[in-house]
């Protein structure tokens, strides 16, 4: 089946750390893979997504490589920021319809 | 630019009542979804539309849960004869679909079973 295991949080970091946050899969198919953000009172918002093996994801500094031998997808950002204080989902389809996210990851950016 | 936006924001009802939410999706999407959301999980899959038609259940997806989309715009998921376990967070999320598979989420809607 598919499935997405995400690392434990929460994480908690000054600002400027560098950040990564794991992110492994099981799939059948060929999976597009996807990280979405979730800000206190907001809904999901897309970050960034990867639709073949070895392609990299990215915006706002945040960047994620579709690995298939490792079957991962792992976020990472060199320098956070405050205002990066949200919850982190990894998620894939494997047919453009349903979606399964990971459990997410609470990150805490403190000054 | 209109993201996908959901009716009423925050739902308490009493044990036994029906309930009934709400999904505008972005006007382009022909594709709609709903999710459920309970705290410290990830999203999980209800159903999904293309256009009018209801293509996938999830087994999440009891009786006394239907939804609808008449016209292929806007969405309706009502639960009857609510259970305190359907207490989450109800979100909806729109596509293009075809080679665009993101889905665009709207903020949800709370619903709180007492």
């Known amino acids: 089946g598919n499935s997405v295991t995400q690392m434990e949080g929460p994480v908690t970091l000054s600002e400027e750390a560098f950040l990564t946050i794991n992110c492994t899969y099981t799939?059948?198919?060929?999976?597009?893979l996807f990280w979405y953000v979730q800000y206190p009172g907001e809904g999901l918002q897309l970050l960034l997504k990867?639709?073949?093996?070895?392609d990299k994801g990215s915006n706002k500094g945040f960047e994620a490589t579709y690995r298939k031998e490792t079957t991962s997808f792992h976020l990472e950002k060199g320098s956070v920021q405050v205002s990066d204080s949200a919850v982190y989902f990894c998620?894939?389809?494997?047919?453009?319809?349903?979606?399964?996210f990971g459990t997410g990851t609470s990150l805490t950016v403190i000054p | 630019d209109t993201g996908v936006s959901q009716d009423p924001r925050h739902k308490i009802t009493k044990r036994g009542q029906n309930v009934t939410f709400r999904c505008d999706p972005i006007?382009?999407?022909?594709?709609l979804y709903w999710y459920r959301q309970t705290l410290g999980q990830g999203p999980e899959f209800l159903t999904y539309?293309?256009?009018?038609?209801?293509?996938?259940k999830s087994r999440l997806l009891s009786d006394r849960f239907s939804a609808e989309r008449p016209k292929g715009s806007f969405s309706t998921l009502e639960i009857q004869r609510t259970e305190q376990g359907d207490s989450a967070m109800y979100l909806c999320?729109?596509?293009?679909?075809?080679?665009?598979?993101?889905?665009?989420f709207g903020p949800g809607t709370r619903l709180t079973v007492t």
């Open positions: 999320a729109s596509s293009l679909g075809g080679g665009s598979p993101e889905q665009y």
């Open positions: 799939a059948t198919g060929y999976p597009s």
């Open positions: 990867a639709t073949k093996a070895d």
């Open positions: 998620a894939l389809t494997t047919t453009g319809n349903q979606f399964y």
């Open positions: 006007s382009e999407h022909n594709r």
């Open positions: 539309f293309q256009n009018e038609a209801q293509l996938e």
